[in-house]
């Protein structure tokens, strides 16, 4: 394994890169989509089965660990990686957008936020130096800079302030990082929907120097479109030769989207979360296992799937275990979930590397377009 941080753009289609991230835990294939573990779990799968689906890294939730059980508490018992069971990467974010969506139960200063638990209504204080000896004491191996997630809508002024403290933040996030051999410490851009202010972030976050780049502020409820304006330029705006991230997206063609104009990286609960309702995405689209129309039905849920849940059960089991709340009805939809996900990130590595994404999107759009029409 590698001694260090490093990454390396193996080829490229358009906006689109493929590569891989070098990390002493292992290697990250990029274009990634890093499932979320929230609370050190990846909700409904044992870390085995996360890794079965192709997930190369997982995304931890600073401000959820230091409230329960604890950063000190997991330090103590060896580390992150070790305490849920996962040997590979893990990135933590830096609990900014989580205490953002706090709003009554905070207060923003130049220093930090303080805030009160929404466990307990204990008042925590998060800063930039507390945020990254948190994330150091988690052994994260890619810390993320505290920010303040801008929320939308925001008008210019608004947007500025906000993005002018997250660079404030930024420097003091660097700083109290230090030099860490085979650790990581990306910084994200701000700026809301302006084209300059977004210019100015990426600026002064490349002037303090990161080991990658992350696209803050964006699916906070601007949509599809807006936010797919901003990446036509933002991401070109990063240095090239680091990874850049897409935090909180998103559903299939928001990371098809993404990945056209250059991101390197995304995260979302979406299949986690989607497993957990009785829905399941498929190449065809969603499907809603709930709806009475699948409760004789032998199909898999998706026949060109090779996870689990599609190996071995109809889509009527699938629609009993869901409509009766027995727990394997989320686990198996949330493995297929996550497999479907990584089976995607794979066809658009592959298609980066032959050069045929184009030709790869139409038939991603074609196929969701026809819809679940598989004959019985």
């Known amino acids: 394994m590698a001694a260090r941080f490093d990454f390396t753009i193996t080829a490229t289609d358009g906006a689109a890169r493929s590569g891989v991230i070098q990390t002493p835990r292992g290697e990250i294939r990029t274009p990634a989509f890093m499932p979320v573990g929230t609370a050190g779990t990846v909700k409904a799968m044992l870390p085995e089965s996360v890794r079965a689906t192709g997930a190369d890294v997982v995304l931890g939730n600073t401000y959820h660990l230091m409230l329960r059980p604890g950063a000190e508490r ?10 849920m069971n996962w040997e590979r990467p893990i990135l933590t974010d830096s609990g900014g957008f989580q205490v953002m969506s706090l709003a009554e139960l905070r207060k923003l200063s130049e220093e930090g936020v303080r805030f009160k638990s929404h466990i307990d209504g204990a008042t925590h204080q998060l800063t930039p130096e507390s945020s990254m000896e948190i994330q150091r004491l988690l052994g994260s191996d890619i810390v993320m800079a505290f920010d303040e997630c801008t929320p939308y809508p925001a008008d210019e002024a608004t947007a500025r302030a906000s993005m002018e403290l997250s660079m404030r933040w930024a420097a003091r996030s660097r700083a109290a990082f230090g030099e860490r051999p085979g650790r990581a410490l990306f910084g994200i851009q701000q700026g809301s929907i302006f084209c300059d202010l977004r210019a100015e972030s990426a600026a002064r976050l490349s002037e303090i120097g990161f080991d990658g780049y992350a ?140 050069g045929r994404l184009e030709g790869f999107v139409q038939e991603f759009e074609a196929m969701r377009e026809a819809g679940d029409i598989e004959p019985l």
Not at 74 to 80: C, D, N, T, V, Y
Not at 243 to 248: E, H, V
Not at 312 to 335: F, K, P
């Open 215 to 354: 696209l803050g502020g964006l699916a906070v409820g601007e949509g599809q479109e807006v936010m797919f304006e901003v990446l036509d330029y933002a991401p070109a705006m990063l240095p090239a030769d680091r990874p850049r991230y897409l935090m909180g997206v998103g559903k299939p063609d928001d990371i098809v989207g993404a990945v056209q104009r250059g991101v390197d990286m995304m995260d979302c609960v979406l299949p986690t979360r989607s497993g957990r309702t009785g829905q399941g995405w498929t190449r065809r689209g969603q499907v809603n296992l709930r709806n009475a129309r699948h409760r004789d039905d032998p199909r898999p849920l998706d026949s060109d799937c090779a996870c689990p849940a599609c190996r071995g059960y109809s889509r009527a089991y699938l629609h009993h275990t869901v409509r009766a709340g027995e727990m394997i009805g989320a686990m198996l939809l949330t493995w297929h979930n996550l497999h479907y996900f990584q089976d995607l990130m794979q066809g658009l590595r592959d298609a980066i590397a032959a």
């Open 74 to 83: 997991i330090a103590r018992l060896g580390g992150l990686h070790r305490f």
